[in-house]
C-alpha cells in the first residue's frame, strides 16, 4: 500500500500566527517527501522537501518535521501570511516505479486571514 | 526561466469529441507527466513517459491515452471526452530527481 493522506481539507488561520499542515503515510519504505503549493489557476510549485534521513528540514518561514515511527509529516510556518494562503499537497515517490514519479495527498487548503 | 507550457488555460468540449492537450517543456528532461487534479481527490496520474515513444500507465488511465513522439512534447488525448472527464489538467516534467515543474494547467469543461 503506497498512499499519502491529508486528512484535513481546509485549514484556517490568523496571519502571523503558525499554520501547521499534517501528512501521513502508509509504507514505512518512503524516504523522500515533498510538499508543493498551489495557487487557483496555477500549477503546484515545489515548497520544501526531506528525505527519512533527517527529521527537520527549515527554509526561511517554512519548517517539515518528519516523524518515521508515527509515519508522520508536518510543515510548519511561521509567521503565515495572507500570501501563503493556496492549496498544500504533500507528496512522495512511488515506491518500486520509474523514478521521479511522486504520489500526492488530496492538498490542505490554507486561507490565513488579515 | 525554465518553463512547462500547457498550450490552452480553458477548453470546452462536447461529449464525445476527442480532444487533445499539449504539454511543451524546453528543459531537457526526460521524465514528463499528466495529472488530473479534482476538488478532494487531489492531484491523480494519469500517464507517465520516461523516454521519447515511451509510456507508461499511471493510476486512472481509463479513457485516456499518450502521445510523445519529441522530447519535448507530451500530449494527452481523451478519445471520446465525457463529462465525468471535466477537471483541471495538469503536466509535469522532470529530470529524473523528483522537483517536478508543472504547467498553469489547463480548465477543460465537457459539456
Known amino acids: 500500500d503506497q498512499q499519502v493522506k491529508q486528512n484535513s481539507p481546509s485549514l484556517s488561520v490568523q496571519e502571523g500566527r503558525i499554520s501547521i499542515l499534517n501528512c501521513d503515510y502508509t509504507?514505512?519504505?518512503?524516504?523522500?517527501f515533498l510538499w508543493y503549493k498551489k495557487y487557483p489557476a496555477e500549477g503546484p510549485t515545489f515548497l520544501i522537501s526531506i528525505s527519512s534521513i533527517k527529521d527537520k528540514n527549515e527554509d526561511g518561514r517554512f519548517t517539515v518535521f518528519l516523524n518515521k515511527s508515527a509515519k508522520h509529516l508536518s510543515l510548519h510556518i511561521v509567521p503565515s501570511q495572507p500570501g501563503d494562503s493556496a492549496v498544500y499537497f504533500c507528496a512522495a515517490p512511488r515506491l518500486g516505479g520509474s523514478q521521479g514519479n511522486l504520489i500526492f495527498g488530496k492538498g490542505t487548503k490554507l486561507s490565513v486571514k488579515p | 526561466d525554465v518553463k512547462v507550457t500547457q498550450s490552452s488555460r480553458y477548453l470546452v468540449k462536447r461529449t464525445g469529441e476527442k480532444v487533445f492537450l499539449e504539454c511543451v517543456q524546453d528543459?531537457?528532461?526526460?521524465?514528463m507527466f499528466w495529472y488530473r487534479q479534482d476538488p478532494g481527490l487531489g492531484l491523480r496520474l494519469i500517464y507517465f513517459s520516461y523516454d521519447v515513444k515511451m509510456k507508461e500507465k499511471g493510476d486512472i488511465p481509463e479513457g485516456y491515452s499518450v502521445s510523445r513522439e519529441k522530447k519535448e512534447r507530451f500530449s494527452l488525448i481523451l478519445e471520446s471526452a465525457s463529462t465525468n472527464q471535466t477537471s483541471m489538467y495538469l503536466c509535469a516534467s522532470s529530470s529524473g530527481d523528483f522537483g517536478y515543474t508543472f504547467g498553469s494547467g489547463t480548465r477543460l469543461t465537457v459539456v
Open positions: 509504507n514505512s519504505m518512503f524516504d523522500y
Open positions: 528543459m531537457d528532461h526526460e521524465n
